[in-house]
C-alpha cells in the first residue's frame, strides 16, 4: 500500500484490539487484490445513546488505481451489528466483493447473464439472517440474508416470489442475488 491504512473511531474511545482486527481485515484485502494504494476505516455507532441498540457502522474507503471504493455499512435493523467485530467483518465482506467486481472489470472479464431462474422463499429464519428458496425442480437452495437488498430482505417472507442466480457455496449450491419479484407484503417485525 503507497500510504498507510488508517483506522479511527467516531466519537468513540479508541480500542486497540479492534484497531488491529480492522488492520488483519485490510491485510487479508491487500493479500486478496495487491494494488490497493489506500484505505481509511472509520468505525462509528452512531445511534449509541439510544436506550436500545448499539449498533455499529463501518465505512471503508479503498483507493486503487484509478478508482476509489467506499463502503457504507450501517446495520440499522440488524442486531447482530452490536458486535464491532460483526459488523466489521460484514463490512469487509462487502469491501472484498467489491474489490473482486472491480478486478474483474479490469480484467476485461464480462459476465454472461442467462434468465435468471425463479423461486419462491419456501423456509426464513430472520433471526439468523437465511433461508431457503423451491426451485421448480423441487430443489430447496439456501441464501444468506446478505444476497439481499436490506429493503428486499425486510420484506421477504414465507411464499415470496424471487429471482436468484444459482452458484456454489461451500456447502453445496446457495442462490446469490436475490431479488423478490413483488414487494407487496408488509415488512417483518
Known amino acids: 500500500m503507497q500510504t498507510q491504512p488508517q483506522v479511527t473511531f467516531d466519537d468513540l474511545p479508541i480500542d486497540d484490539r479492534v484497531r488491529a482486527t480492522a488492520y488483519d481485515h485490510i491485510d487479508e484485502l491487500e493479500r486478496a487484490y495487491g494494488r490497493i494504494t489506500g484505505c481509511h476505516v472509520v468505525i462509528a455507532q ?10 455499529y457502522s463501518v465505512s471503508i474507503d479503498l483507493v486503487v488505481p484509478g478508482r476509489e471504493i467506499v463502503v457504507n455499512r450501517e ?3 440488524d442486531h447482530a451489528h452490536e458486535d464491532v467485530y460483526v459488523a466489521m467483518r460484514d463490512a469487509f465482506l462487502a469491501a472484498r466483493r467489491r474489490l473482486e467486481d472491480h478486478a474483474r472489470r479490469i ?3 464480462t459476465k454472461t447473464h442467462g434468465p435468471r431462474p425463479r423461486g419462491h422463499v ?7 439472517g437465511y433461508g431457503f428458496i423451491k426451485t421448480p425442480d423441487g430443489r430447496d437452495i439456501y441464501f ?7 429493503q428486499d430482505y425486510r420484506l421477504v417472507d414465507i411464499g415470496s416470489e424471487v429471482l436468484f442466480t444459482e452458484e456454489e457455496g461451500d456447502d453445496g449450491p446457495q442462490a446469490a442475488h436475490v431479488q423478490l419479484v413483488q414487494s407487496h407484503h408488509a415488512p417483518r417485525s
Open 144 to 150: 444468506h440474508r446478505h444476497a439481499l437488498s436490506d
Open 107 to 109: 480484467r476485461g472479464d
Open 75 to 77: 446495520h440499522c435493523r
Open 46 to 55: 452512531p445511534h449509541r445513546h439510544h436506550q436500545q441498540g448499539g449498533l
Open 122 to 128: 419456501s423456509q426464513i429464519f430472520p433471526l439468523k
